[in-house]
């Protein structure tokens, strides 16, 4: 998604000072603190580049033990997410003494952590992001950008990031009846090919894209938002023009049609929306906006290593600072003191209790702390909703593939492939709209995501090894049948999932159709990969619930619906700082699904907790680094 860094007036938080005040304090703290900084920054740059601490096997795969605890503890965060390790480093360097707690029992990193498949890597739930996740490592880890993690832009030849496939029921499933993709490429110049394809559309065209500039206008209005504390936001809101809350206000298959009457072209313009992880007839325009026309703008890009390189820099800050990340730590509940009357810590599934100063961030989801680790007594004593006029997310089926053999053999290249069914008459809301009635009805519509993770890295050395993804938006409900439940055992991604004989039975049955449809599209474009598959895997919204304690298997959370986004009642439950003392949240539920913007969230939270100068002391680092 598009939008533009803060500047220091914006960080203003919950110390409300007038501008001429700011401006004077801000230039103040700098010229008094300048050389005392600079002596910092190098102390601290060069002690969290520390390579006996990178080096360490057990970086992100410390178990927990009380031992492993360091005393007197300021926060607890739970969940090592990008959101909750980004909030972490961030509280880290302002001396702040962390506890990160991840549930998983194998390895830290939340969605960005990767898992192996008899020697094929697969990432669980970053499959690109934007290159604002590189000044974001800066900030957070007080780093020059040349000296974070690498993020490669993953582009053809000619600048394609996607290759969209508007597939019609006449076309048989065979390779040879593919048509030319619509090409999606680096800074827009495809959208000139629109303008030529579809020459009585032009006034329609210019209407989308003004809709689409103000919806991601509107982005960059919604995470500043977050900043200010709450009695702030309302009048913050009041000074946003209507323009810009418009288009968010009501989903592409309501808004296109005002501007476009070709239902090909209106296919086209929301065709990726699984990137988004909600559907065009349910998102905010803005949503689909953003992926269309946001990635392309900044360029779709990957990070070097792997997903797992990105929880890595922010878990080496946090420990090097006197902090901690340790696994197999399964919160089951807030510890609520009511002498003082707030958080003060979290009571493990086995009963032992760790307190910290300062409070407890959740990176877990609204949702999943209110209902799951918050008390109805303590909810109800602060008025809090435990309940939102919002679904979670849908989820995904992905098929997780091994081919042995190189990337050219098959004919397959960084860009992203799009299957995405469409009628005789070029609409894709119809097809849509049948695979979420009938999802695996025979011969139906599955709209699909294709990605090649090894390809992605540039730093993947084996040559005839080959990784690739497959993504299937899939409704909880449909699995719901066979929740873990009981003391068999299914093995996924080398992990373990309880299920009764009879429901495994069936899950494995469900997961073998999925298979069996996931290949029929996967080999319609790579037809050469029959022969190269060395491993398969299916996950479903069943894995996400179970391995990143997702509620209901939500990829993304609560649901990216208009009201999320334009109810300012919403907005204002949404918010970092929890009404009960000493909780604050962070992650996408605070602001927006995606990487980038779930580290911006994590950054958005500790300056929240830690107030005005806590945030310039921090930016000014960065500044003064050269970030």
Excluded at 139 to 146: D, I, V
Excluded at 598 to 614: D, H, K, N, P
Aim: proline fraction near 6%; include cysteine.
């Amino acid at each position: 998604m598009s939008f533009k860094f803060p500047n220091i007036e914006s960080l203003g938080l919950p110390q409300e000072l007038p501008t001429a005040a700011t401006a004077f304090a801000v230039t103040a703290l700098a010229s008094s603190t300048f050389i005392r900084l600079k002596q910092h920054i190098e102390g601290l740059s060069t002690k969290n580049n520390d390579p006996d601490v990178r080096k360490k096997r057990s970086l992100l795969h410390e178990k927990f033990a009380m031992s492993k605890v360091p005393e007197d503890l300021d926060y607890i965060v739970i969940g090592s997410g990008m959101g909750g390790l980004s909030c972490a480093a961030i509280l880290a360097r302002l001396g702040k003494k962390v506890l990160v707690l991840e549930q998983h029992r194998d390895v830290a990193g939340g969605g960005t952590h990767m898992f192996d498949l008899k020697g094929y890597t697969f990432d669980s739930g970053l499959h690109y992001t934007v290159p604002w996740s590189q000044p974001l490592f800066a900030l957070t880890c007080l780093k020059k950008p040349k000296d974070c993690i690498p993020f490669d832009l993953m582009t053809e030849a000619d600048d394609t990031i996607e290759k969209v496939y508007l597939v019609n029921p006449d076309d048989a499933a065979s390779s040879e009846n593919i048509t030319e993709p619509f090409r999606v490429r680096y800074k827009e110049p495809h959208l000139a090919d629109l303008y030529r394809m579809f020459p009585e559309e032009k006034e329609g065209l210019d209407q989308y894209i003004q809709a689409s500039n103000d919806s991601m206008d509107f982005v960059k209005f919604f995470l500043l938002s977050k900043l200010f504390p709450k009695w702030l936001q309302s009048w913050y809101w009041a000074c946003i023009p209507a323009r810009y809350l418009a288009p968010v206000s009501t989903t592409a298959k309501e808004l296109l049609p005002r501007y476009i009457k070709n239902k090909k072209l209106i296919s086209l313009l929301s065709s990726m929306w699984i990137d988004t992880g909600a559907r065009p007839d349910r998102a905010s325009f803005m949503m689909t906006a953003s992926v269309f026309r946001g990635i392309p703008m900044e360029g779709g890009c990957y990070p070097r290593g792997g997903s797992t390189e990105m929880a890595k820099e922010l878990v080496t800050v946090i420990e090097s600072n006197g902090g901690k990340v340790l696994i197999r730590a399964d919160v089951a509940e807030l510890l609520y003191d009511t002498a003082t009357e707030r958080v003060c810590g979290v009571r493990l599934r086995d009963g032992k209790e760790i307190r910290a100063k300062r409070g407890v961030v959740s990176a877990t989801g609204y949702l999943n702390t209110m209902n799951n680790l918050v008390s109805g007594e303590v909810a109800a004593k602060y008025n809090v909703p435990r309940s939102l006029p919002l679904n979670m997310s849908a989820g995904f089926v992905m098929a997780n593939i091994g081919l042995s053999c190189s990337p050219e053999a098959i004919g397959a290249t960084k860009a992203n492939t799009w299957h995405i069914p469409i009628d005789r008459d070029g609409d894709a809301f119809g097809p849509l709209e049948q695979f979420f009635n009938s999802p695996l009805q025979e011969n139906g519509p599955t709209p699909a995501f294709i990605t090649f993770p090894s390809l992605k890295d540039i730093s993947h050395k084996e040559a005839n090894k080959t990784s690739c993804q497959m993504l299937l938006m899939a409704e909880y409900d449909w699995f719901a049948e066979f929740s873990p439940n009981g003391d068999h055992d299914v093995q996924e991604h080398g992990y373990v999932m309880d299920l009764t004989e009879k429901r495994l039975a069936g899950y494995n049955a469900c997961k073998a159709a999925w298979q069996e449809r996931a290949l029929s599209v996967f080999l319609r474009y790579f037809p050469k990969a029959k022969d190269h598959i060395a491993v398969i895997d299916i996950s479903t919204p069943l894995s996400i619930q179970y391995y990143l304690r997702a509620t209901q298997g939500g990829a993304v959370g609560l649901d990216v619906t208009p009201a999320r986004f334009a109810d300012p009642a919403l907005r204002q439950i949404l918010d970092p700082i929890s009404p009960i003392p000493g909780l604050a949240l962070t992650g996408q539920d605070v602001s927006m699904c995606g990487v980038t913007l779930c580290q911006l969230s994590g950054v958005i939270t500790a300056f929240r907790l830690e107030g005005f100068w806590a945030a310039a002391k921090i930016v000014l680092q960065s500044v003064l680094l050269g970030n």
